[in-house]
Nanobody, 123 residues
Framework: QVQLVESGGGLVQAGGSLRLSCAAS????????MSWFRQAPGKVRDFVATISWSGGSTYYADFVKGRFTISRDNAKNTVYLQMNSLKPEDTAVYYC????????????????WGQGTQVTVSS
């Protein structure tokens, strides 16, 4: 079993920055992709960003391109999401997810999910 624990959420003013972390523990795999999703109240969960095992491949949702950066430190089993130029519409619970192997395509289920961390951006 794998546990994913997110941290770094909080309240920030519009235009500010936050860095989220997601630490994986428990059973380990040789290679796995990591992603961030978010879910705002009353809305479906949206994909935000993903990163391959090597870190050489990253993909972002259009609404965060140029503002958010995903990265990882495999020695620490941790993935990060640097969020800059935050907007009120970025307010949501942010979840990290792990998929064994390569970055999955749309609709492919992830193997493990964290419990989420709240990000609130005030105007």
């Amino acid at each position: 079993q794998v546990q994913l624990v997110e941290s770094g959420g909080g309240l920030v003013q519009a235009g500010g920055s936050l860095r989220l972390s997601c630490a994986a523990s428990g059973r380990t795999f040789s290679r796995y992709a990591m992603s961030w999703f978010r879910q705002a109240p009353g809305k479906v969960r949206d994909f935000v960003a993903t990163i391959s095992w090597s870190g050489g491949s990253t993909y972002y949702a259009d609404f965060v391109k140029g503002r958010f950066t995903i990265s990882r430190d495999n020695a620490k089993n941790t993935v990060y999401l640097q969020m800059n130029s935050l907007k009120p519409e970025d307010t949501a619970v942010y979840y990290c997810a792990l998929r064994r192997g390569a970055i999955p395509g749309p609709g492919i289920p992830y193997d493990y999910w964290g419990q989420g961390t709240q990000v609130t951006v005030s105007s």
